[in-house]
């Protein structure tokens, strides 16, 4: 069975700075996307960044030049690094793999951004 499981998360002050990681057990054939999604209170899940296995990176325009999303194939390991951290950021930021028939989300992980 596979699972991923987040971590990472936590309360940080504005312009601070927190890496999440998202560690997967189980097996998982055919990945060919990982990314980060979110989702703040009354809003919806948005894509934060994503990474595709050929190494083309999409990242949300609100976060750009401030988070960066990095992969470790081997591992099947997907982190987001996240600087200069403002209170929009606050939210639940979820681990997504997509494989050759298969999406499987992690359970998330807790980011508030409050002084």
């Known amino acids: 069975q596979v699972r991923l499981v987040e971590s990472g998360g936590g309360l940080v002050q504005p312009g601070g700075s927190l890496r999440l990681s998202c560690a997967t057990s189980?097996?998982?054939?055919?990945?060919?996307?990982m990314g980060w999604y979110r989702q703040a209170p009354g809003k919806q899940r948005e894509l934060v960044a994503s990474?595709?296995?050929?190494?083309?990176?999409n990242v949300a325009d609100s976060v750009k030049g401030r988070f960066t999303i990095s992969t470790d194939i081997a591992k099947n390991t997907v982190y987001l690094q996240m600087n200069s951290l403002k209170p929009e950021d606050t939210a639940v930021y979820y681990c997504?793999?997509?494989?050759?028939?298969?999406?499987?989300w992690g359970q998330g992980t807790q980011v508030t951004v409050s002084s």
């Open positions: 990474s595709t296995t050929g190494g083309n990176t």
């Open positions: 189980g097996s998982i054939f055919s990945i060919y996307v």
């Open positions: 997504n793999i997509k494989a050759f028939g298969a999406n499987y």
